[in-house]
């Protein structure tokens, strides 16, 4: 057996506090926040300063020197709780972590602490209208003036710039706008001139919103780009499989929380002379997707294992297998939540019915199903490629 992606006493131990600050706050504590159009400030604020923020920066600048073992660890719980934190995926998974690895000491020694305190929080955007999931047509260019960097172009669905302090926006330089992606990193601050954003509406329940943005000739200078010019994929996928793992995280949050609903629910409400959960056509679908969380949580542990060991190759499939993995699995058990709840399931009391569309994130972003097949199918399986 190998033990490897079993839990340290420290995981447990981490797991059971974060557990128990996600109780004290609850769905009801989430739910009120979106309802008044505020956002978790309070409970991020509580998660910065017990250090489960930025559980996984370098003690150096104020982290905890864990890894993305532990921040997974972190979501999940929360998640369970029912106050899945997003923009923990992309603050400090993808943003703390590129800005760790490849930031100069001035730029770790602005951002990181705040980080990873949650003083200061940081979108991330990819993402861009005519590009979509083939991040090799991104046009988001960035050109020089004197030692200035000025980037122009635009990006869709980028998650929580209004409360983010910067976004870290991939662009490619002016040399490399053709061919394969070659992309750098910026930090872009959310005041500076030429950067706009406008919301997307979403049929979303969640206190993270979506947006639109422009740049249009934002003007940054030459300490905003992040690591080096010419290192290509190898930064980016430095903060995407962080953001995959994370993602998992998020989702087996979601589904374990759905699925203890289900569960209470199943134990008391009786129509007939038993239970319904005594009927194996709610049970057993209850059973498979615990199943499916579990072995989902096993492929995200290995994941995460291989990430903070520094195989950026091996973790790079096992992201994606467990970003596909516990997608599916919180799919499919919110599915069978809201079944198991009857007419209840789509109530506004009982609240399951928008964790439908909170799920099928998961499935979409930040890569969709079909690109994880797409890749397994060309990079594991050795298969050709249609596209
Ligand atoms: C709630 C939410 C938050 C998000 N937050 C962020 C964020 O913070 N930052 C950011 O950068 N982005 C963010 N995104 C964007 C997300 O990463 C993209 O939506 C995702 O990568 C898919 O891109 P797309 O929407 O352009 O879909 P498309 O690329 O247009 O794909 C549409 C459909 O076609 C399928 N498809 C495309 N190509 C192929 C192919 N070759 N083979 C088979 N099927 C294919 C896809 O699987 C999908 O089902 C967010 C999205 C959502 C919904």
Redo the contacts with the bound molecule.
């Keep these: 057996m190998n033990t490897a992606v079993l839990e340290t006493d420290e995981h447990k131990a981490l797991r059971a506090a974060v557990a128990s600050l996600g109780a004290r706050y609850g769905r009801s504590y989430f739910e009120r926040v979106v309802s008044e159009g505020r956002h978790t400030d309070e409970l991020w604020a509580e998660a910065g300063k017990a250090g489960y923020l930025g559980v996984n920066l370098p003690e150096a600048y104020g982290g905890g020197g864990g890894g993305i073992t532990e921040l997974a660890i972190v979501l999940e719980e929360l998640g369970a709780a029912g106050c899945p934190l997003?923009m923990l995926?992309?603050s400090p998974a993808i943003c703390g972590t590129v800005i760790a690895r490849f930031g100069t000491e001035a730029q770790k020694q602005r951002w990181l602490p705040g980080l990873a305190d949650g003083r200061i929080t940081m979108?991330?955007?990819?993402?861009e209208?005519d590009?979509?999931?083939?991040s090799h047509r991104i046009t988001t260019t960035a050109r020089r003036d004197g030692t200035d960097w000025l980037l122009t172009g635009r990006?869709?669905?980028?998650?929580?710039v209004d409360i983010a302090d910067a976004t870290l926006i991939?662009g490619r330089t002016e040399d490399a706008r053709t061919g394969k992606l070659k992309p750098c990193l910026f930090i872009v601050p959310r005041d500076t001139p030429g950067f706009s954003r406008s919301p997307i509406p979403?049929e979303?329940h969640?206190p993270?919103k979506?947006f639109e943005l422009v740049l249009d000739d934002v003007r940054l200078p030459a300490e905003a780009l992040v690591g080096d010019e010419d290192a290509g994929l190898l930064q980016l996928f430095a903060g995407l499989n962080p953001e995959r793992i994370m993602t998992a995280a998020f989702a087996l949050g979601l589904g374990r929380y759905a699925l203890a609903r289900a569960v209470d629910y199943a134990r008391t409400r009786q129509v007939w002379k038993e239970p319904i959960g005594a009927h194996q056509a709610i049970a057993h679908p209850l059973a498979q997707a615990h199943i499916e969380l579990e072995l989902a949580r096993l492929m995200m542990s290995k994941a995460a294992h291989l990430y903070d060991r520094g195989d950026d190759v091996g973790a790079g499939e096992a992201a994606n297998m467990a970003k596909y993995a516990a997608a599916e699995a919180a799919v499919r058990t919110v599915d069978q939540a809201v079944h198991t709840l009857g007419g209840n399931g789509l109530t506004t009391e009982y609240g399951l019915g928008r964790l439908v569309t909170a799920a099928?994130?998961a499935r979409?972003?930040?890569?969709?199903?079909?690109?994880i097949?797409?890749y397994v199918s060309h990079q594991t399986l050795g298969l050709p490629k249609?596209?």
């Design positions: 997003l995926v992309v979108a991330f955007g990819i993402t209208p590009a979509g999931s083939n990006k869709v669905f980028i998650s929580g991939v979403m979303l969640a993270e979506q099928r994130v979409i972003a930040p890569v969709s199903r079909e690109m097949l797409n249609s596209y």
